[in-house]
């Protein structure tokens, strides 16, 4: 009987009180060769991570700042947030799990404001995300600090099909991250550099962010 490969077989059945499935316990003890199996086994266990993917503003979770509220509104089921330029922004606090390994990015899905009229009106034009973030340990070290800010450009494109497309811009790198530290993040919509700017308001459907972790701890 094969060893049991986490990175083919998933994390499939209830788990041991040592963190392992309880179906991989199962086939090494019914191996003949316990010893070179569980060594495999250990071996990709410390090796395993994967790809997390988790909104972080939304519409839902943010805070609003008072006077630099985004309205909140609904295209069909969606919430969405719209940013007037240069004014508008929206906070949240987070934790960086302890299974953080690296590479966070941010990226921010989007689209125009709800009233702002049909197919092809606004195709082409540009909207530049600005999200600003403080990583800081929960006690001790001094907060108020000048944050780390990222642009997340792109432009809007219409399918001539609806009149709301969703936009999602690049990955951008986020440095700084530790694990089991504070993040107090904060996005607004401001002034493109290049392009015609949207003539509507953005609005924001959700800052998300990446990282690699170890899903064994």
């Known amino acids: 009987m094969s060893a049991p490969n986490p990175k083919e077989d998933g994390l499939r059945g209830f788990m041991s009180s040592t ?10 003890l019914e191996s003949d060769t316990k010893t070179d199996n569980l060594e495999t086994l250990i071996i990709n266990i410390q090796d395993t991570t994967r790809i997390y993917h988790e909104p972080t503003i939304t519409p839902a979770s943010g805070t609003n700042h008072p006077g630099q509220q985004p309205v909140i509104s609904t ?8 940013f007037t ?40 034009q540009t909207v530049l995300w600005q999200v600003d973030y403080t990583v800081f340990a929960g006690e001790g070290p001094d907060v108020n600090v000048t944050p780390t800010t990222i ?63 170890n899903i064994n701890k």
Request: aromatic fraction near 10%; proline fraction near 6%; charged fraction near 15%.
């Open 19 to 28: 963190g392992i499935p309880i179906e991989w316990i199962r086939r090494i």
């Open 75 to 82: 295209i069909q089921s969606t919430l969405v947030a719209e």
């Open 85 to 124: 330029l240069n004014t508008d922004k929206a906070y949240r606090i987070f934790k960086i799990p302890a299974n953080y390994v690296s590479g966070a990015q941010f990226h921010v899905h989007w689209t125009k404001e709800s009233g702002s009229g049909g197919d092809g009106v606004h195709t082409d």
């Open 151 to 213: 642009l997340l450009p792109d432009t809007y494109g219409d399918s001539g099909t609806t009149t709301r497309v969703m936009q999602r811009t690049a990955d951008i790198d986020a440095p700084g991250f530790v694990a089991n530290y504070y993040v107090g993040a904060c996005v607004a919509s401001v002034t493109p550099g290049v392009g015609t700017p949207l003539t509507c308001e953005p609005a924001l459907v959700s800052v998300d962010l990446t990282y690699t972790e």
